[in-house]
C-alpha cells in the first residue's frame, strides 16, 4: 500500500482518488479551495443555480467504467438524461437548425435546413470521426503516452494514420468534405472543446464529432455537479480523505530526487510515497516542483482559451428555446484571431445551455449559462508570450456582459427587459478558483499539427510524480480528464 497524495480535487483528481483508493492505497487529496469539483463549479441564489463549468457530458462509458472499478454502477448514483437534440445551432443568415441524436433525423434536418446534399456531407465526415476515434481510442485516449503519441499511432496500422491524418488542421478536413460554409462553422467549433483554433488544431480532433453522435450528449438533473460530488462519495467509501482548504505549496524530495510529500500552507510536510497533481501542469512545473524540461514543455506550448460566463436570471420562459444553443457570428474567423491576440471578440460564437430542470430555476423562469470563448487573464505584468487580456482592468467585465446581451439580442433572444440579475465569471475568476494558468481551461492548446500529441505525459520525470486532469495527456473535458484517471491508476499499479 502506497501513501497517496493527490493534488486538487477536480474531477481528475477525484477519479484517480477513487481508483487508487479502491486499489487499495492510503489517498490523501488535498484542496485549495473550500469545494470540490474544479472547474466543474456550482452557482446559486435567489432559487436560481448555475452549473458554472461543463453543462454538456459526453461519453458517459468513460464515467460507468470508473463506477463499475470503484464498486458499482453509475446509475445507482445518478440518474443521467439523455439530450435529443443535442444542441440548436442559429447563423447568422438566419438559419436554425437542431442536432437530433438519431444520425437520419439529423441528416434529415441538415438537407431540409441548409440544402440538399448537406446531410450526406456531413454523414461522410462522420464516418471519417468514427475512424479516427477508432484508431485514437486505445493507443492514445486510455494509455500513457511517453516519447510520441505519433509514433504510436502509426504502429497501430497505417490505414489509421492515414484517417488521423497527421499534419492536417481540422479547417482542412472540413474544406475537403463539407460544401456548406455552416456546416464548416459547426465542426471548427469542435476545436474549441480542446480550447485551440480550428484554423491550427489538428484534423485528428474530428473525434470528438463522432464520440458525441456516438455516446450522445447527456445532462445529470440536479446539475452536473453532481458528478464531481458522486465520484468524491466513491473515493471516501474506500477510506480517501478530502482535505479542502489545504493548498499544496510545494512537492517534496528526497536527496534522491523521488517525491516524499507535499508542503503545504502552514509550513508542514504530509508525507507521500505517490504525488498525483491535478494541478493545471504549467502550475505544476511553474510553481510547485523543479523539472526544468517539464517547465520547458509547458511553456512551449500556446494556452489554450479560456471563457468567459456570464449568468443569467432571468423571469419569464423563451419560447422554443431547447437545453443548449450556438449562436454563430457571421465572421467566426474574427474570433479566434481576436481570442488568440489577446483581444475581446466583438462580435463572437454565444454559447448557452438551459437546463429545464426545477434545480435551476424557481418557476416560470429561466437560468441561463452563457459561455463565450475568451483570452487566457494576463495580468498587468503580461504572459510570457503576450497575448492575454487583463481582466481584472475596472468595468471590463460589466461592459463585455452588456455587449454580450446585445449580441444575443441582435441575433433574436433579447432578453434584456427579463433580467432580474447577472454574474460575470472572467478568466481571472477562473484562474483563481481552480489555480488554472490565466484561467485557461485546457492547459496547453492544441494549436499545432502536433500539440494535441505533446500534452504532459501521466508520469512525469520525477520519480513518484504523476499528472492527471486536463492539462495533461489525453487532455480536458469531463471523459478525458477521467480517462486520464485511469491512465495514471494503471501506472501506480495496485496495492
Ligand atoms: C466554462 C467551462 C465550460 C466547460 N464546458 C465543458 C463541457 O460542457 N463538457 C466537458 O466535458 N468539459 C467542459 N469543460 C472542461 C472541464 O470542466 C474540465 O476539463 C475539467 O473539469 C477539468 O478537470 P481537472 O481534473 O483537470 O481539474 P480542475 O477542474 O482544473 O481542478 C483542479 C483542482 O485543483 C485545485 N488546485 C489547484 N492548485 C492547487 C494547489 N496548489 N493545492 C491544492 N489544490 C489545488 C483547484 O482548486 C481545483 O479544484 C468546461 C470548463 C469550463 C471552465
Known amino acids: 500500500m502506497a501513501r497517496v497524495v493527490v493534488i486538487g480535487a477536480g474531477v481528475g483528481g477525484l477519479a484517480a482518488a477513487a481508483r487508487l483508493a479502491a486499489a487499495g492505497h492510503d489517498v490523501t487529496v488535498c484542496e485549495q479551495s473550500s469545494r470540490i469539483g474544479g472547474k466543474l463549479g456550482w452557482y446559486e441564489r435567489d432559487g436560481y443555480g448555475f ?13 460507468e467504467d470508473l463506477f463499475a472499478a470503484t464498486g458499482g454502477p453509475l446509475r445507482a448514483e445518478l440518474d443521467l438524461r439523455r439530450l435529443d437534440p443535442i444542441a440548436s445551432y442559429r447563423f447568422a443568415d438566419g438559419t436554425t437548425l437542431a442536432a437530433h441524436a438519431d444520425d437520419d433525423t439529423f441528416a434529415a434536418e441538415l438537407d431540409e435546413r441548409l440544402g440538399a446534399g448537406a446531410g450526406s456531407d456531413w454523414r461522410r465526415l462522420a464516418d471519417r470521426a468514427a475512424r479516427v476515434f477508432d484508431a485514437a481510442e486505445g493507443p492514445f485516449l486510455s494509455s500513457p503516452v511517453r516519447a510520441g503519441g505519433l509514433a504510436r499511432l502509426a504502429w497501430a496500422s497505417p490505414g489509421d494514420i492515414a484517417a488521423v491524418a497527421p499534419g492536417r488542421s481540422l479547417r482542412g478536413l472540413g474544406r475537403s468534405y463539407l460544401r456548406d460554409p455552416r456546416l464548416r462553422m459547426m465542426l471548427d467549433r469542435y476545436a474549441t472543446y480542446s480550447g485551440s483554433d480550428p484554423r491550427r488544431a489538428p484534423a485528428a480532433l474530428v473525434s470528438v464529432v463522432h464520440a458525441e453522435r456516438r455516446f450522445g450528449g447527456w445532462y445529470v438533473p440536479g446539475g452536473l455537479r453532481r458528478l464531481g460530488e458522486a465520484i468524491a462519495r466513491r473515493a471516501e467509501d474506500h477510506g480517501a480523505r478530502v482535505l479542502l482548504d489545504t493548498p499544496v505549496l510545494r512537492v517534496t524530495r528526497t536527496p534522491g530526487g523521488r517525491v516524499d510529500g507535499v508542503r503545504l500552507a502552514d509550513g508542514s510536510q504530509l508525507p507521500a510515497d505517490i504525488v498525483v497533481a491535478n494541478v493545471d501542469a504549467a502550475a505544476l512545473y511553474g510553481q510547485l516542483v523543479d523539472d526544468r524540461r517539464g517547465r520547458r514543455r509547458v511553456q512551449r506550448a500556446t494556452r489554450s482559451m479560456s471563457g468567459f460566463v456570464l449568468l443569467l436570471a ?13 449562436t454563430f457570428p457571421a465572421d467566426y474567423d474574427g474570433e479566434f484571431d481576436a481570442v488568440f491576440a489577446g483581444r475581446l471578440a466583438d462580435d463572437p460564437a454565444v454559447y448557452l445551455a438551459v437546463p429545464a430542470d426545477p434545480a ?6 429561466e437560468a441561463w449559462f452563457v459561455l463565450v470563448n475568451a483570452a487566457p487573464h494576463a495580468p498587468a505584468a503580461g504572459r510570457p508570450d503576450g497575448r492575454g487580456l487583463d481582466w481584472d482592468q475596472p468595468g471590463l467585465a460589466d ?13 433574436g433572444l433579447d432578453v434584456r427587459s427579463r433580467l432580474r440579475w447577472y454574474k460575470t465569471i472572467t478568466p481571472a475568476d477562473l484562474a483563481r478558483r481552480t489555480g488554472s494558468v490565466g484561467g485557461s481551461i485546457y492547459g496547453g492548446s492544441s ?10 505525459p501521466n508520469a512525469a520525470r520525477v520519480p513518484g510524480l504523476f499528472l492527471v486532469g486536463g492539462s495533461a495527456h489525453p487532455g480536458g473535458g469531463l471523459p478525458l480528464v477521467v480517462l486520464s484517471a485511469g491512465i495514471v491508476a494503471g501506472l501506480v499499479g495496485a496495492a
Do not use: E, K, Q, W
Open 51 to 63: 452549473d458554472t463549468g461543463p453543462s454538456l457530458l459526453t461519453m458517459p462509458g468513460v464515467f
Open 314 to 326: 432571468l423571469s419569464g420562459r423563451t419560447p422554443g428555446l431547447g437545453h443548449h444553443t450556438v
Open 360 to 365: 435551476c430555476a424557481p418557476p416560470d423562469s
Open 399 to 411: 461592459g463585455y456582459a452588456r455587449h454580450i446581451l446585445d449580441v444575443l439580442a441582435a441575433r
Open 447 to 456: 494549436n499545432g499539427a502536433r500539440a494535441a500529441f505533446l500534452r504532459p
